[in-house]
């Protein structure tokens, strides 16, 4: 048909020019045409070509690294850095989108905010095999739930689509922690941002348990949570690795300015006892 180029046309293209047209391609597509022929596949190969997928500061990312990057090639270093990669001290982990290339964060718990963390009564600190990160957080007994994250947007690949989620677990033990709905809000620079409300329980045990509020506390139920913001009160959701995840919001990072992006979960106004909450992090990643 005419204005179809045959693959064989390609061939006759220098490998500097098959280069710099994958260049404005995605990673994925990259490896796709890589099985056309041998000049794509050096192309497809070239340093030239994963460069330009590797984000503008990935120098800087490679210097906060805690382990040594050592890659023979762009292409190497990329594929390194789409396994999670711990920076500046082991506090947050930074990975690549392998099919976009697209940044990730996670903010350790020790990176966060946790109101009254270093008080042995409420909190403890504690190393478990199942984190990337070296301790995290175990709530022992308190009334007052607040934690708090924050970001910069120079920091996330701009124009893109994030969302914030805390990433926990909730022990056999825990007790107080789906009583009230907890306020969680996403906040970039000045503006309000996202609010909701959602419950630290199961998505499995979130139906019955709200019958059985309503049968057992009627309406003071209904009184206490009329304390806290609308909101369609979501539930953690699992993940591959065996941890839970909150969606705490959503926001746009449009790259043109640097601003803090402030993500946080609180649960300040029922004043009862809660337990048996572990705190992992705080992950930022695009959407789709």
């Not at 005419?2 to 500097?16: Q, R, Y």
């Not at 270093?118 to 607040?146: G, I, K």
């Not at 906040?187 to 139906?207: F, I």
């Not at 705490?248 to 043109?256: A, M, S």
Request: hydrophobic share 35%; net charge negative.
């Amino acid at each position: 048909m005419e204005g179809l180029v045959d693959h064989h046309e390609f061939n006759k293209l220098p490998e500097g020019c098959v280069s710099a047209i994958l260049s404005f391609t995605s990673p994925q597509d990259a490896c796709k045409s890589s099985l056309v022929s041998t000049i794509f596949q050096a192309a497809a190969d070239s340093d030239a070509v994963w460069e330009s997928f590797l984000p503008a500061d990935y120098r800087d990312m490679v210097s906060r690294s805690d382990f040594p990057c050592k890659c023979s090639s762009k292409k190497e270093l990329f594929l390194l850095l789409c396994n999670s990669v711990l920076i500046d001290g082991g506090r947050k982990s930074f990975k690549l989108e392998k099919s976009s290339g697209k940044k990730s964060f996670m903010l350790s718990a020790r990176d966060l905010h946790i109101t009254w963390s270093d008080e042995s009564p409420y909190w403890h600190w504690a190393s478990v095999p199942e984190s990337r990160f070296s301790e995290v957080a175990v709530l022992r007994t308190m009334s007052w739930l607040e934690i708090v994250g924050t970001i910069r947007t120079q920091m996330l690949t701009p124009n893109t689509k994030y969302g914030a989620y805390l990433v926990l677990k909730i022990t056999d033990r825990s007790y107080g922690l789906d009583l009230m709905p907890s306020e969680i809000s996403v906040e970039v620079g000045n503006n309000r941002g996202s609010r909701n409300t959602a419950y630290l329980r199961l998505a499995k045990e979130h139906a019955r348990k709200q019958q059985m509020e309503s049968l057992i506390y009627g309406n003071r139920m209904q009184m206490l949570k009329s304390m806290v913001a609308e909101g369609d009160g979501r539930v953690p959701s699992e993940r591959d690795d065996g941890w839970l995840e909150l969606e705490l919001g959503e926001f746009f990072n449009g790259g043109n300015d640097d601003e803090e992006v402030k993500m946080s979960l609180m649960e300040v106004k029922g004043h009862h006892l809660k337990g048996g909450l572990i705190i992992e992090g705080i992950e930022v990643r695009p959407k789709n």
